[in-house]
Nanobody, 123 residues
Framework: QVQLVESGGGSVQAGGSLRLSCAAS????????MGWFRQAPGKQREGVAT???????NYRDSVKGRFTISKDNAKSTLYLKIDSLKPEDSAKYYC?????????????????WGKGTLVTISS
């Protein structure tokens, strides 16, 4: 059974940093396209970053330079480091995975989702 469990969210002041984690089980992180998404209150969920099995990354334009996606295949864990946090980064962050590697730079078609971790940034 596939499971994705996010952690690391919380309340942080603007300007700080945060690292989110996503523990995966039931499939090989090393073989899947993994991604991070977020959904702010009253807004649609949006993709922020993806990473291929070989470590190639893709970012939403608005987060480039502040967000870093990475993974540890041995630990079956996906990470998202967020630097220079802004109030507009406040959202519930989700990790997701799909087997379709050919569309990994795109955010659609995710096969598996976690339940999310809440990030609140205060100014």
């Amino acid at each position: 059974q596939v499971q994705l469990v996010e952690s690391g969210g919380g309340s942080v002041q603007a300007g700080g940093s945060l690292r989110l984690s996503c523990a995966a089980s039931g499939f090989r992180v090393s073989s899947a396209c993994m991604g991070w998404f977020r959904q702010a209150p009253g807004k649609q969920r949006e993709g922020v970053a993806t990473i291929t099995p070989d470590g190639s990354t893709n970012y939403r334009d608005s987060v480039k330079g502040r967000f870093t996606i990475s993974k540890d295949n041995a630990k079956s864990t996906l990470y998202l480091k967020i630097d220079s946090l802004k109030p507009e980064d406040s959202a519930k962050y989700y990790c997701a995975a799909k087997y379709d590697l050919g569309t990994c730079r795109y955010y659609y078609g995710m096969d598996f989702w976690g339940k999310g971790t809440l990030v609140t940034i205060s100014s």
